[in-house]
């Protein structure tokens, strides 16, 4: 028996290394060293989340944020000047989740950074342990704290996508210099199927996945039919061979934020029938937890969806309860830094 | 001008054998006025690219014009000069999520696109544009290219 413990324990090691921020092994068929490819390629129904950079340089709160989700998701996005506010950088955030082994995804936006600067970042966000990367427009400069900055868009998501699969795949910069150790990260994008033109998103899909997503995030799936017709349309087109989907859900709060955030954040569509739901409940708390749960457990149902991404923005100490509620992982424990009986890595 | 802008999207079929007619009369004329005046009628000449393109198209002079594979619709006059767009923002009614009072130009584009006979050129991939190029004229880039893959055809026969 001792025998078998020990190889179990080589075999973590190998995989893990022995400092929980070491990059693993990358495994055959892998792009990343990450543990969040691990478990989409490993075919686990995978749950993200979303952290909000604090106004501070405090790195403990960076820590603090992210331990409310520990057991629950397998990756955590760290949004980059989200809704156009200034808050602790992405590249940042990353960086101190990795030193404890989490694993980030690093969002860039194309609204703040050039080109250069961006293409330095991303080296910096790999040598710093970084494995994943979602690649956005961003949100105008007008929506923010800052509206008289200079919004950049040099790139679009998807020339910024292409660059990143160009730095990872061809190991050199877009001016063809050669990089001498490519930033091994697994690339996603993100889609929103919810607003105009509706019928051409399945488009804009297509072209996210040719200039190089492997998977894809989107914006808060409040509407079931139009995701369900989406995907089957992406089903059709092959677009799931190749690419992991996973759509967007959130955690309401009460019927008037959910018109706020429909009427002030872009993007964001909610039908009505659902703020009537939230205006006739008596606790409309956890009938937004229960409407984010029953989504979960529909969208887990629909072909070609990889995973689930829930946005619980100020709502954060809820996502645990909800992803457990939900039942998506399947009895699945992801990786957390404190916790002895987490599946390390993937479920095998 | 914003009007006439979004009837050429709403002609964005006419507009396009429109183009595909005069575009190469364009290039041919210009060929033959570089060939004789070198650079020197560059300045009026791209002057006329962007007085005509710009009442038509609200074009932006980026230098790299993508019409053809935009639906007519200019991306630059995105806020977010997206070139492969739309962005995740465009609201319910279909407007600009940064300008509320404007038809987003790539549901415009989309909307354009489809009316084309290459209702399937927008499908494709436009990297990035090149910063440098802006305010300088497509179409001379156009008639210069052409005018080398000539010569190098010239040249190989
Ligand atoms: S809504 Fe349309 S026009 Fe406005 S920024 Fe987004 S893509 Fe550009």
Request: aromatic content about 6%; glycine content about 8%.
């Amino acid at each position: 028996m001792p025998d078998i413990i020990d190889k179990n324990v080589v075999q973590d090691v190998e995989r893990l290394g022995t400092n929980p921020g070491d990059p693993l092994p990358m495994l055959d068929g892998h792009v990343s060293h990450g543990r969040f490819e691990r478990v989409l390629k490993d075919g686990h129904f995978a749950v993200t989340t979303e952290i909000a950079p604090p106004d501070s340089a405090d790195p403990d709160e960076v820590l603090a944020r992210a331990s409310l989700f520990d057991g629950y998701v397998d990756a955590i996005n760290a949004t980059d000047g989200s809704g156009a506010h200034c808050h602790m950088s992405s590249l940042a955030v990353c960086a101190i989740l990795t030193r404890v082994g989490y694993s980030p995804i690093l969002q860039i936006s194309c609204r703040d950074r050039n080109r250069i600067a961006i293409q330095g970042d991303t080296l910096g966000a790999a040598a710093l342990g970084v494995c994943n990367a979602l690649c956005l427009s961003g949100d105008g400069v007008g929506a923010g704290d800052h509206p008289e900055a200079k919004p950049v868009f040099d790139f679009d998501s998807i020339s910024l996508t292409r660059t990143l699969r160009i730095l990872r795949d061809e190991s050199r910069f877009l001016s063809g210099r050669k990089i001498d150790l490519a930033p091994k990260l697994f690339i996603g994008s993100s889609i929103n199927p919810f607003v105009p033109p509706v019928e051409n998103r399945v488009n804009q899909l297509a072209k996210k996945i040719e200039a190089g997503a492997e998977y894809i995030q989107s914006q808060y799936c409040f509407d079931l039919p139009v995701l369900k017709d989406f995907m089957a349309r992406a089903v059709d087109m092959g677009l799931t061979e190749n690419c992991y989907i996973l759509p967007g859900v959130g955690v309401l709060p009460s019927a008037r934020t959910a018109k706020w955030m429909r009427d002030n954040v872009p993007g964001v569509h909610i039908p009505d029938s659902v703020i009537k739901r939230m205006k006739q409940a008596d606790k409309p708390l956890r009938e937004g937890r229960k409407i984010c749960i029953e989504l979960m457990q529909q969208i887990k149902e629909i072909p070609g969806v990889s995973g689930v991404h829930v946005m619980a923005y100020r709502q954060e100490k809820w996502v645990g309860d909800v992803v457990k509620k939900s039942g998506v992982l399947d009895g699945r424990t992801p990786w957390s830094p404190n916790s002895a009986e987490t599946t390390i890595g993937t479920v095998n | 001008m914003y009007s006439l802008r979004r009837w050429s999207v709403r002609h964005a079929r006419f507009m396009e054998a429109l183009y595909n007619t005069v575009n190469p009369a364009i290039l041919v004329t210009l060929r033959g006025i570089t060939k004789v005046f070198g650079t020197k009628l560059d300045k009026p000449i791209t002057a006329a690219e962007a007085g005509l393109k710009g009442l038509l198209f609200d074009c932006q002079m980026c230098g790299s014009c993508a019409l053809s594979k935009t639906g007519m619709s200019c991306p630059m006059n995105c806020p977010k000069t997206i070139r492969n767009g739309p962005c995740g923002g465009v609201r319910p009614n279909g407007m600009c999520e940064v300008k509320p009072d404007m038809k987003c130009v790539w549901v415009d584009a989309w909307d354009g696109a489809s009316r084309m006979k290459n209702s399937d050129a927008i499908k494709s991939i436009e990297f990035a544009v090149d910063h440098r190029d802006k305010g300088r004229s497509t179409w001379l880039k156009l008639a210069r290219e052409g005018e080398t893959v000539n010569d190098k055809e010239a040249t190989n026969a």
